[in-house]
C-alpha cells in the first residue's frame, strides 16, 4: 500500500535521503521492534523508533518512575512519578505518531518467560541496565535467531554493540559469564543524562539502519567516552569457549572467578538489630547518601580502603556490608573473603530493599 498524504508530510525529511525514499519509509513500517528497557536509554529509542515510523513497537519495562529518573528519561515529566513507565511510553510514543502500533508489556523479564514474548518482533533493542536481563536477552536471541543491537551507559561512558546470533560474536564472546556479574545499574554507578541521551540517539539509529539494509556495527564493539570525547570502535570475533554461543563447553565462573555471596535478607538483619545481636554493618555508599537514609546503627566504610586494607575491621568479625543495590557490597565480600574474613555478608538488594521490605518512610532515590 503506497504512504498516504500525512505520511509523506510526517516522513518528508526521512524520504528526501536518497537511501530512504518510499521504499524505505515501508520497510520501515512494515518493521516490528522491541524495545527492552523503557528508562535512560529505552525512553529515548522508544520516542526517535515512532517518530521515524517503525510500524510495530513492543515496550517491555517493570515498575514506575522514580524522581530519579527525570534527569535523563525525558518522556516524563514529575507530574508521572509513581505511574508505570510502560503506560506512559506507550501514550507518549502515540502522542508522537498516532499511525504505530504500540504493545505495553509490563513485568519483569526474566530467562524463563522472555522467549515467548520475542518471536513477534524482527529486532530487538536491548535497553536494559543489568548483567543478569542483558544475559538473558543474548540466549533468548541466540536461541529465536533474532538480530539485536545492545546499548549501555555508564557515568560519562557508553558502549553499543549489534549482535547477529550464529553468524557473529554474541554478547558471551564479550563478556563471557555476563548473568554472574553483579548489576551495578546507573543508580549505583551514576549517570550523566546526555550521555544516556547520546548512546541512545545512536542505539535508535543502529536499529532503523538493520530495518533500511544499511551497514551496522555487526561485528562490532563502540566504546563511547564522552568526558574525554574518545571514541574507539573494535572488530569483535566468536570465542570457541564462549558460554552462550561457542563450541567448546565451559562453566560460566571460571571466567570469573566467581565466588558465590553470603547474603542476608532485610528482615533478617532487621529482627537481628531488634534482638541486639545485630553483626557490624557498614555502609558503602557516599556521605551525602548516608544522609539521606540509612540503616540504623550503621557506619560508612570506603569501599577501596574495605577492599584494599579492611578500614579497620577484623577477620573473625562478623559484617554486614550494603550499598544501593548489592554490586559494591558484592565487591568488597569478595576483596574481603580472599583476605581470609569468613563471617561477610551481603545485604540483599541493599537500601533499596530495606526500603522497599522494612522501612517505607525511607526515601527512594
Do not use: W
Given at each position: 500500500m503506497p504512504l498516504?498524504?500525512?505520511?509523506?508530510?510526517?516522513?518528508?525529511?526521512?524520504?528526501?535521503?536518497?537511501?530512504?525514499?518510499?521504499?524505505?519509509?515501508?520497510?520501515?513500517?512494515?518493521?516490528?521492534?522491541?524495545?527492552?528497557?523503557?528508562?535512560?536509554?529505552?525512553?529515548?529509542?522508544?520516542?526517535?523508533?515512532?517518530?521515524?515510523?517503525?510500524?510495530?513497537?513492543?515496550?517491555?519495562?517493570?515498575?514506575?518512575?522514580?524522581?530519579?529518573?527525570?534527569?535523563r528519561q525525558l518522556i516524563y515529566g514529575t507530574g508521572d512519578v509513581g505511574r508505570l513507565k510502560t503506560e506512559l511510553a506507550g501514550k507518549r510514543m502515540l502522542e508522537i505518531n498516532p499511525g504505530i502500533k504500540v504493545n505495553l508489556c509490563e513485568g519483569l523479564l526474566t530467562a524463563a518467560n522472555i522467549n515467548p514474548a520475542l518471536p513477534g518482533y524482527d529486532y530487538i533493542a536491548d535497553c536494559t541496565d543489568n548483567f543478569l536481563a542483558r544475559a538473558a536477552i543474548n540466549k533468548a536471541c541466540l536461541e529465536l535467531k533474532k538480530t539485536y543491537v545492545h546499548g549501555a551507559v555508564y557515568q560519562f561512558?557508553?558502549?553499543?554493540?549489534?549482535?547477529?546470533?550464529?553468524?557473529?560474536?554474541?554478547?558471551?564472546?564479550?563478556?563471557?559469564?555476563?548473568?554472574?556479574?553483579?548489576?551495578?545499574?546507573?543508580?549505583?554507578?551514576?549517570?550523566?543524562?546526555?550521555?544516556?541521551?547520546?548512546?541512545?540517539?545512536?542505539?535508535?539509529?543502529?536499529?532503523?539502519?538493520l530495518i533500511l539494509g544499511f551497514e551496522t556495527l555487526k561485528g562490532k564493539f563502540a566504546m563511547?567516552?564522552?568526558?574525554?570525547?574518545?571514541?574507539?570502535?573494535?572488530?569483535?570475533?566468536?570465542?570457541?569457549?564462549?558460554?552462550?554461543?561457542?563450541?567448546?563447553?565451559?562453566?560460566?565462573?571460571?571466567?570469573?572467578?566467581?565466588?558465590?555471596?553470603n547474603l542476608i535478607t532485610p528482615e533478617e538483619l532487621k529482627a537481628r538489630i531488634d534482638s541486639g545481636t545485630a553483626p557490624r554493618v557498614l555502609d558503602l555508599r557516599y556521605a551525602w547518601e548516608h544522609d539521606l537514609c540509612h540503616i540504623p546503627g550503621d557506619a560508612l566504610a570506603d569501599l577501596e580502603e574495605l577492599a584494599n586494607s579492611g578500614a579497620g575491621t577484623r577477620p573473625e568479625e562478623e559484617l554486614v556490608l550494603y550499598c544501593k543495590g548489592q554490586s559494591k557490597s558484592a565487591s568488597a565480600f569478595r576483596a574481603l573473603r580472599k583476605k581470609g574474613y569468613g563471617k561477610v555478608l551481603v545485604l540483599e538488594g541493599g537500601i533499596d530493599a530495606w526500603a522497599e521490605r522494612i522501612d517505607a518512610g525511607m526515601p527512594r532515590y
Open positions: 498516504t498524504r500525512e505520511e509523506l508530510i510526517r516522513y518528508s525529511r526521512q524520504l528526501v535521503i536518497p537511501a530512504i525514499g518510499p521504499a524505505g519509509q515501508q520497510k520501515l513500517k512494515a518493521a516490528k521492534v522491541a524495545v527492552i528497557g523503557a528508562g535512560g536509554l529505552g525512553s529515548l529509542v522508544l520516542g526517535y523508533l515512532a517518530g521515524a515510523g517503525v510500524g510495530e513497537i513492543g515496550v517491555f519495562d517493570s515498575g514506575p518512575v522514580e524522581l530519579s529518573n527525570l534527569h561512558e557508553g558502549q553499543l554493540a549489534v549482535f547477529e546470533p550464529h553468524s557473529g560474536p554474541c554478547l558471551g564472546c564479550l563478556a563471557p559469564g555476563a548473568e554472574l556479574q553483579e548489576n551495578e545499574a546507573c543508580a549505583e554507578a551514576g549517570v550523566m543524562g546526555p550521555a544516556a541521551g547520546a548512546v541512545a540517539s545512536m542505539q535508535a539509529l543502529e536499529v532503523l539502519k563511547l567516552d564522552f568526558q574525554a570525547a574518545d571514541f574507539t570502535v573494535v572488530e569483535l570475533k566468536k570465542r570457541e569457549d564462549c558460554p552462550a554461543c561457542g563450541t567448546k563447553t565451559r562453566r560460566d565462573k571460571e571466567f570469573l572467578g566467581a565466588v558465590s555471596l
